[in-house]
């Protein structure tokens, strides 16, 4: 295969973009990143390799992360990353480097893409219109054909745009590293982040589209399980069909959920997240 694209999607943005990149290049193959982790399998035999995401508290998702530091990418003549977000800075791309300089390889082109955001814990969170999601998705078809041409001809790219936090450099500086290592080592160690509300009716579909295999149901009600990492991709909070999965607020975050409504990509249903493990 010519090229591979490793995919993580919790809630569609990341995964509409890589079958949508898919049908640009020929002779690729997309695979879920999740499963390769499942089957402890890291090796990449592509002479493109791809990396599609989301953004996750600026930096990578801890299953990419994870997926990263284990690779074995001796054949790749050639590296590339989409990150997709809701308009802020991402401050991944030098991570990938890192983790690609041990392997003695280079991030050759880096990319983020704006998509809907899919964070209802924010105050400022928002459902997209119908016609948002339609310029949302119109400028991200034009930017993968931009994207499109530098892979086939393997062009050096690295995307420097972003929304910074505020007009304050310092606090920029500050916040720019203190929510990636939130992300990263704190969080996912957090006992009582998720919950389910009494309009849960047992559906089961948080189980279903867990990717790190946290949520199990006991009985009609579904249980975050404490001993297993949360790769918080949100897809339980935001697949739910009840929007019955909240997050709690913490002293040093207020979450916004019980008010806001949900976003799963349009385009991406509960099935085709779940798809992305070893069923």
Known sequence: ??????????????????????????????????KRIEENNYDIKGKNAGFVFPCHGLTIPIPVRDF??????APVAYFFVIATRGGTVFKG??????????????????????MG??????????????????????????KL??????????EEYQDKTG????NNKLLNYILERLIPFMTHFISPLVKKYFYADP??????????????????????RPVWQSNVKCYLCYSCLNYCPSEAVQIYSKIWMKSYTAEKG??????????DISKQKNL
Do not use: W
């Open 1 to 34: 295969m010519e090229t591979e694209i490793y995919y993580f999607s919790g809630t569609g943005n990341s995964l509409f973009v890589a079958k949508k990149l898919q049908e640009l290049l020929p002779d690729s193959e997309l695979i879920p990143i999740v």
């Open 145 to 154: 054909e931009e994207i499109q041409k530098i892979i086939l001809t393997r």
């Open 68 to 73: 990263l530091k284990r690779i074995e990418a």
């Open 262 to 271: 949900r976003y799963p990509h349009p385009h991406a249903t509960a099935i």
């Open 199 to 220: 309009k849960c009716t047992g559906c089961g579909i948080c189980e279903n589209v867990c990717l790190s295999g946290k949520v199990k149901m006991a009985g009609s």
């Open 93 to 114: 791309f030098e991570v990938i480097e890192d983790y690609l300089k041990r392997q003695g390889k280079h991030l050759n082109a880096a990319f983020a893409i704006n």
């Open 117 to 142: 955001l899919n964070d209802p814990k924010l105050g400022y969170f928002a459902i997209p219109t119908k016609d948002e999601l339609d310029t949302i998705e119109k400028n991200a078809l034009k």
């Open 163 to 166: 929304v910074s936090f505020s």
